[in-house]
């Protein structure tokens, strides 16, 4: 029979194994799992790693694991042991939208978030020689024609998807979604003249625009510094702003003194001002979130992208 005072001792041993566990840690290589096709989210972190490997005297590896919207790589971090060796550096979408969408079986609570490092706004633009030159023309033009322009997302469910869906239902317009694989190859299409819009991240249009891609509307809070001239959708006049969050998460359960170990690190090198011009010179902006304030806006975005598919009738 097993005693309250015999479990307390019990539990008592199990925390102090943890504590000296996370205290020699690490002793062996670490990998990171980014669920995403190489040349995108790992160039995030790619030149976090190597002082990161250094302060921890070892080896940080990169996993490219790929599928599912990034739900494959996730699902794979949620199952491993919570022992600081297997981490996860994605998007919260990963957590938030994907598990409901693709009705899996995890959700963004089965994570133990670490630090945020970049925060990804995304940018709806159109072609040169389009029929509209800025938003006001583009809604003018939507509602003159309902269903008449379309646009290319990265795929039903995904961040992009999303906004121009809520876009449309706060604008009252209507407009043809065609998903492709990425936003690259949206960006062709759009440039073809296949589609009349694309909607996708900063680092993967703004460097088309010498080629005739004219970015309309940008979806954060402000305007990014590197792009000061394209306006935010609450200065068009709709109440609209979604970003993405990309960050580091562990399994649930895994010792907070790794977490904070990792999280310091983290916030350390991405405070480098080496590292956030080169993020800017990308199109992208760093915001550093520890591990507290990154769980707290993890549960608030999972609570409205929850909203935001009943109210759109976006199911899996």
Not at 136 to 163: M, Q
Not at 213 to 239: C, H, K, N, W, Y
Not at 242 to 253: D, E, I, L, Q, S
């Amino acid at each position: 029979m097993i005693t309250r005072r015999g479990a307390l001792a019990g539990a008592g041993m199990m925390l102090a194994t943890r504590a000296a566990r996370a205290q020699g840690y690490p002793t062996r290589a670490i990998r990171v799992i980014v669920p995403y096709a190489p040349g995108g989210a790992d160039t995030y972190i790619r030149p976090l790693l190597g002082p990161i490997s250094q302060a921890l005297g070892q080896s940080v590896i990169v996993d490219t694991v790929l599928g599912g919207g990034g739900s494959l790589g996730a699902n794979r971090v949620r199952t491993a042991a919570p022992d600081g060796y297997t981490l996860l550096f994605a998007g919260t979408g990963a957590l938030t939208a994907a598990p409901r969408l693709q009705n899996l079986g995890y959700t963004a609570a089965d994570f133990a978030p670490v630090a945020n490092l970049v925060s990804i706004p995304f940018v709806m633009a159109t072609r040169r020689g389009a029929s509209f030159t800025d938003f006001a023309g583009f809604l003018a033009a939507a509602r003159a024609r309902p269903e008449g322009l379309s646009y290319g997302s990265t795929g039903v469910g995904g961040t992009p998807h999303l906004i121009m869906e809520q876009l449309s239902k706060v604008a009252g317009i209507r407009m043809l979604h065609v998903p492709y694989s990425g936003v690259a190859t949206a960006s062709v299409a759009l440039l073809a003249g296949d589609i009349d819009l694309v909607m996708g991240a900063p680092s993967f249009v703004m460097p088309l625009a010498d080629r005739g891609v004219v970015p309309l509307v940008q979806t954060g809070a402000r305007r990014m510094s590197v792009i000061p001239d394209v306006p935010t959708f609450r200065e068009a006049g709709l109440d609209l702003e979604m970003v993405t969050r990309f960050g580091f998460f562990a399994p649930k359960g895994t010792d907070a003194a790794i977490l904070d170990r990792w999280g310091s690190l983290v916030m350390e090198g991405g405070a480098e001002p080496g590292y956030v011009q080169s993020m800017q010179r990308n199109f992208n902006e760093v915001e550093l979130l520890d591990r507290h304030r990154f769980a707290a806006f993890l549960a608030e975005e999972d609570a409205a992208t929850d909203r935001l598919l009943r109210e759109l009738n976006i199911r899996g």
